[in-house]
């Protein structure tokens, strides 16, 4: 008899990432406090993570992260005023994103050792069961969030489940990328794995976009982990042992709709423009606008 499917309840959000490439914007605040439209970069992908289901939120914090926590805490004097000024609206809108209490966590990553070292710094806190990943650099637009498709997909085949979506094949040696069985169907075995391979070896142009659910027994790989790609403890790398190694099955969901890389520049820009372009509220306007500029 098949193991049951455990559900996914929790979700990690590394964020102890230094936003060198938004200095001097980022000199005192955290990257992902960034705006695109009137949101933070991290609440867009909060909202896709609570919109797919996730009840406990897991950020993966450094110095000089504080205001993150703040973000996701209730702000009792700016509720007082808006009830006393009668800003319904506004009082709605932030009270009505906020995670419950004792929904968040917060723990630090001490130094910046790779991705697979600020995920293994969340262990404790996500226990023995499934969670999800997701990088909140990556902001993934589209009509279904991208990790309510997962959740579907995960629920039909369990284990370890990874977002792709094709990019450019002289942009590979800039990612993960992975090799499938059929890259044509919307959710199929991942093959092979390899983090940033250099210009022309990629298995296929099938790049880790930023969202996962993954098994706990990768906490145990990551705390034997060597340095990888780029002299840093690679996710990519413990994953690649808890399939070849420990017979795990790793799925790929194909993402079909846009991504902004929002740690760089023009990814953040983009993700601005494309945002707001989607509102009722401003993509009429903006669109006028933008047509006088060009
Ligand atoms: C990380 C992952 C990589 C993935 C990428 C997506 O790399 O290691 O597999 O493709 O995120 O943004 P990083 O961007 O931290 O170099």
């Not at 419950?100 to 723990?107: D, E």
Request: overall charge neutral; some cysteine.
């Amino acid at each position: 008899m098949s193991k049951p499917i455990k559900p996914i309840r929790k979700a990690v959000f590394p964020v102890a990432g230094l936003g060198t490439r938004f200095l001097p914007a980022t000199k005192a605040m955290p990257k992902e406090m960034l705006t695109v439209v009137d949101r933070p970069v991290i609440q867009h992908v909060v909202d896709e993570a609570r919109d797919a289901g996730i009840e406990h939120f897991i950020f993966v914090t450094g110095r000089n992260k504080g205001v993150i926590e703040d973000h996701f805490d209730s702000q009792f004097e700016l509720e007082r005023t808006l009830m006393e000024r009668g800003k319904k609206r506004e009082l709605e809108m932030i009270t009505r994103d906020l995670p419950g209490a004792g929904q968040t966590s917060f723990t630090r990553q001490q130094a910046p050792l790779g991705l697979g070292h600020a995920v293994w710094c969340a262990r404790e806190i996500v226990g023995n069961e499934p969670f999800a990943l997701l990088l909140p650099d990556m902001l993934h637009h589209s009509a279904t969030a991208c990790l309510t498709d997962m959740m579907k997909a995960y629920n039909e085949t369990g284990g370890n489940l990874i977002a792709v979506s094709p990019v450019p094949n002289d942009q590979t040696h800039l990612y993960g990328i992975v090799g499938v069985e059929n890259a044509k169907d919307k959710v199929t075995s991942i093959k092979s794995m390899v983090e940033k391979p250099p210009r022309g070896t990629a298995p296929s142009n099938l790049h880790i976009t930023g969202r996962y659910i993954l098994q706990p027994e990768i906490f145990d790989l990551l705390s034997r982990q060597e340095a990888g790609a780029g002299g840093e403890i690679q996710l990519t790398d413990a994953m690649i042992t808890l399939m070849e190694e420990k017979k795990q099955t790793f799925s790929a969901v194909r993402f079909d709709g846009r991504i902004y890389d929002c740690g760089s520049k023009i990814g953040f820009l983009t993700a601005n423009v494309a945002y707001a372009l989607a509102r009722d509220d401003l993509g009429p306007s903006l669109k006028s606008e933008l047509k006088k500029l060009m």
